[in-house]
């Protein structure tokens, strides 16, 4: 298997994206074909024991930074590491995707320049597997910020075929986010997907709350990519205010500092289980090739879990999976 | 100052709901009208030691519930708690309502029935401050699913006046909530409200995310009641998992038993200053009365609370400030 990693996508790229390259070639045996600037990339390689590992560098002379406007970036920077990575995937010399970089970035250079929509997705979409004990999905979790009916019943069909795939998870439950898990809750778009869902032949269990959907009452949810954005981002700040809170609090007298450092070792345990970098990034799904995306702020072992994700999508043929099972 | 407290209102009335009337009772002076089952009111006031307090008793023969549908309960139920203790108000015999009963039911029966809209209010919108350190408040928080522009200028409008008079904030911060801190981001309704927001003579800061929110960069935060509804949801369901987990990790071994058990009065500590109940209710902006309504889960301290709020809205006089500041 040959795995593209952009060496130009974290936050501080080519640091820990070489690093993940180099993880991911010794666990997985796999090439790993590292795109970006060539010299940067190989100054990066250097301060590594790589030898025996199946490394490549692919020189691209551009960039699309976190600050770049997306569809500006995509058109005005044809050889960043995104374009040159894609087409890679695109011409068959290289089986998946993975980058750090500007999500908006990735998307528009996958749907506009590169590898493009599948044959009757309306709307690529993100799928995101959260760092909870019972694993919920969601997707969308910001590609689009504003869905139609159609769209949200496309993210179902793709999800489901992701979760039987890579997860093995057999006739995932599809529940869609809702304000209530009440019969007839929802906005305008949730109450005209709802039929929808429900003469779609997956196994659609109704609408849910955030509560439920934290739960893992539901395999995947769907919601347009706004809501998808603010309830991921919410989760994350509201863990990472809460630990902050707590911390202030146990640094607040002798016993509880003691507390706290003899409890340290389950505080340990449970950032680990929340932690992102576990599952290493996001699917986009729908476009005609393997694309994951993984957060900006990435470590090594984020971009190496990313790989790992990329070629359980390769292995699993997800991408054929969906240009099958998208009725159009 | 006379306090209408809705007997029927939370999920086990009427004992948190006449416990909480009793402690506000004792704890302001005021006349706290009780509004419900007489017998029932009376059974469980005969519980306490109420001397000396100014407690009264309004019968009611019906009963909105937490599973009744809202616009045909508020049609089919004219003698419930809510319809009776709303009139009160409009009637000019009480001062403000309080009630931890269905919202949706609270909604219906003061914009249809009882109460109304104040005029030029395009629709009345449910505030929540959110229980973190910084108190940041959103609105609309699910009175409204689906939204327009306007009706988002108009909740950044009673917002602020309730954020100027109840919590002293002279000319509050107002943002709005939205997939992303960079201009440019958000979906439709974003968008369209910004140039809103820019030209309406508030203290509008821009467009944030759940993280700054969260943080307390804005007072005030609008978005439609269905996102508003997920962020607050999420938040809640986020802490609770956690400090589930959290719990669970500290069980596992002895050391981190006693760690935690030295560490309790931080965990209590952090969890009071994330209890809802210190706030104790929503307030419901653009109708014709003060209207506070508390969680369905709500104890008799919450329900003292939301008597608390209800006053303060009373003396700082909300109702005839969005009355007056409402362009039409």
Redesign the interface.
């Known amino acids: 298997m040959k795995i593209v990693v952009d060496a130009m996508g974290s936050d501080t790229h080519p640091t820990p994206d070489v690093a993940g390259a180099i993880l991911a070639a010794r666990e997985f045996g796999d090439d790993i074909i590292l795109v970006g600037d060539e010299q940067r990339i190989a100054a990066e390689l250097a301060q590594h024991d790589t030898v025996g590992l199946k490394l490549h560098i692919r020189h691209a002379s551009q960039v699309i930074t976190m600050?770049d406007?997306p569809s500006e970036a995509s058109r005005s920077k044809p050889d960043s590491s995104m374009h040159v990575g894609m087409n890679l995937v695109k011409n068959g010399e290289a089986d998946a995707f993975v980058s750090a970089g500007n999500t908006g970035g990735i998307l528009a250079v996958a749907m506009l320049h590169t590898l493009r929509r599948i044959r009757g997705v309306k709307r690529p979409a993100l799928g995101v597997v959260f760092p909870?004990?019972s694993k919920p999905m969601v997707i969308d979790n910001?590609a689009n910020?504003?869905c139609k009916p159609e769209y949200l019943l496309q993210f179902a069909v793709m999800g489901s075929i992701y979760l039987e795939r890579v997860r093995s998870i057999s006739n995932p439950r599809i529940a869609i986010?809702s304000?209530?898990e009440?019969e007839?809750k929802?906005?305008?778009l949730?109450k005209e997907t709802i039929p929808l869902l429900e003469a779609s032949g997956l196994n659609y269990i109704g609408n849910i709350?955030?509560?439920e959907?934290?739960?893992g009452a539901a395999d995947l949810t769907v919601t347009?990519?706004?809501?998808g954005?603010?309830?991921i981002?919410?989760?994350?700040?509201?863990?990472?205010?809460?630990?902050k809170?707590?911390r202030a609090?146990?640094m607040?007298?002798t016993?509880?500092k003691?507390?706290?450092?003899?409890?340290?070792?389950?505080?340990d345990?449970?950032r680990m289980?929340?932690d992102p970098d576990e599952i290493g990034g996001a699917p986009l799904l729908g476009v005609n090739g393997v694309v994951i995306i993984g957060h900006g702020r990435s470590n090594a072992y984020a971009i190496k879990q990313a790989v790992r994700q990329a070629r359980l999508c390769v292995a699993e043929d997800v991408v054929s999976a969906i240009q099958a099972g998208i009725v159009t």
């Open positions: 600050t406007k909870m004990p910001g910020a504003d986010l304000n209530g009440e007839g929802g906005n305008q949730v709350e955030p509560k959907f934290m739960r347009d990519g706004f809501t954005n603010v309830l981002k919410t989760a994350e700040a509201t863990a990472s205010e809460l630990l809170l707590l609090e146990i607040g007298s016993r509880t003691l507390g706290g450092l003899l409890a340290k070792p389950a505080f345990a449970a289980a929340l």
